[in-house]
């Protein structure tokens, strides 16, 4: 199920020459799930052919892990930095200096992993060994099954679920004997899960020795489903088929939508409150099948919109007859009035809302009607300009007008007349 595509890693390459690090930026170019991609920083010193090789190496590995589980953990934000030069020498790291972790007698500088919100896997050090420095069997994979056991799952710990805790109780030994540092529940997911990704044959070593492990490894991709889209008043959801008849989406202990799809979208809840989230997968006998993990999210805070020009320009626009108005201003009109309809809804912005206004101001502007209103008692006529507001006067003062402009006429004429025929005289 994992999807590919071509990507450029940017590689920060960091010249240690008793001086701040300088960065500089390389490229390498490697065929890598597109969450990986987002989730790797790489950090070399030198771009050297082995630290290349080895930095290529690491990602193909990584490359194998279920495109879900990659999906949702680039989502949690979480960073995995790879580097040729000790973590502590990055500030991510420099409160570890000198600090010795559970398990080693070495501190955290000479430490070649650290999986956390922020991770760290020496470029190099992959294989298990004195030289390296640890004896897990794949250190990139261990460190990614620490990312996953804390961060595939908002407000979930993998490994501490009752589950894979029984699971540990019975197969640590068997999968590990003699092996102290497995009694910790999170290492011992940690090292499966690099054992069930890492090749065939350490798969198989897996499933013998441990198969409850190996099947709760396998199915941890059915066990999440993952949000996106949160708003003031819901989410979006989506999950991996389970080959079920259908889908039961459950908010707070109660389900609110049931599909036969595989993704869901959430309506009506409160802004900024914290919501439990997961989904069932149920047979034709209306049997759970399974349940993914519990996932916590929020809900966004609601963001009000200013709708007050808008609204100030429709009553304008609402003086003029839907009769008399061009298709322009009436598709605009229509237009905003949907929108204020549907304020309360958080897909409403504000930038939707100047959209709006915009688009019925410029159809408002262009329109030049002439209309020809009569009042209440039938007196007058007026001919008004929407853009000028100006305004002709009624009939009878019209007539007025005329009247006396033409009589002043008639009596400049008749003294024309008059004094002409003097002077002819």
Request: negative net charge.
């Amino acid at each position: 199920m994992c999807s590919y595509k071509r990507v450029i890693i940017s590689i920060s390459a960091l010249l240690l020459i008793a001086l701040p690090l300088e960065v500089y930026a390389e490229t390498i170019e490697k065929d890598i799930n597109p969450y990986l991609s987002e989730i790797v920083d790489i950090r070399l010193s030198e771009e050297t052919p082995e630290n290349v090789e080895n930095t290529n190496d690491i990602l193909e590995r990584l490359n194998k892990i279920d495109s879900r589980i990659l999906e949702n953990v680039q989502t949690s934000g979480v960073t995995l930095i790879l580097s040729d030069l000790p973590m502590t020498e990055f500030d991510e790291f420099s409160y570890l200096k000198g600090v010795v972790p559970r398990g080693h007698t070495d501190p955290w500088d000479d430490i070649p992993g650290l999986g956390g919100f922020e991770s760290y896997v020496r470029v190099g050090a992959s294989e298990p060994g004195i030289e390296n420095n640890h004896g897990d069997v794949n250190l990139e994979l261990h460190e990614f099954g620490h990312i996953v056991d804390s961060f595939l799952v908002d407000g979930t710990t993998i490994s501490q679920k009752d589950e894979f805790k029984q699971i540990h109780s019975e197969e640590h030994e068997t999968m590990f004997p003699n092996q102290p540092y497995f009694n910790y529940v999170e290492e011992y997911f940690a090292e499966a899960f690099a054992y069930y990704y890492l090749n065939n044959s350490t798969k198989v070593v897996l499933e013998a020795r441990a198969p409850k492990t190996a099947a709760f490894i396998k199915s941890i991709h059915n066990k999440v489903s993952t949000i996106t889209d949160i708003m003031s008043d819901g989410f979006t959801l989506y999950w991996d088929d389970f080959d079920a008849d259908h889908y039961n989406v459950i908010v707070n202990d109660e389900v609110v939508k049931t599909t036969t799809n595989l993704s869901a979208v959430v309506e009506g809840l409160d802004p900024s409150t914290m919501y439990e989230v997961k989904v069932e997968s149920v047979d034709k006998n209306d049997e759970v099948i399974t349940t993914t993990y519990s996932e916590t999210i929020y809900t966004a805070v609601q963001q009000d919109v200013d709708t007050n020009s808008l609204r100030t320009l429709l009553v304008e626009v609402g003086k003029i007859g839907d009769g008399n108005m061009t298709e322009e201003l009436k598709t605009s009109k229509e237009k905003a009035t949907r929108l204020l309809e549907q304020e309360s809804d958080d897909n409403v912005t504000q930038s939707d809302i100047d959209e709006a206004t915009n688009e019925l101001s410029e159809a408002y502007k262009i329109y030049q009607p002439r209309i020809m209103e009569k009042n209440i008692e039938g007196e007058e006529n007026k001919f008004m300009s929407e853009e000028s507001n100006v305004k002709t006067m009624p009939k009878h003062t019209t007539w007025i007008v005329i009247l006396s402009v033409s009589f002043v006429l008639l009596i400049l004429a008749i003294v024309y007349l008059y004094y002409t025929g003097r002077e002819e005289e």
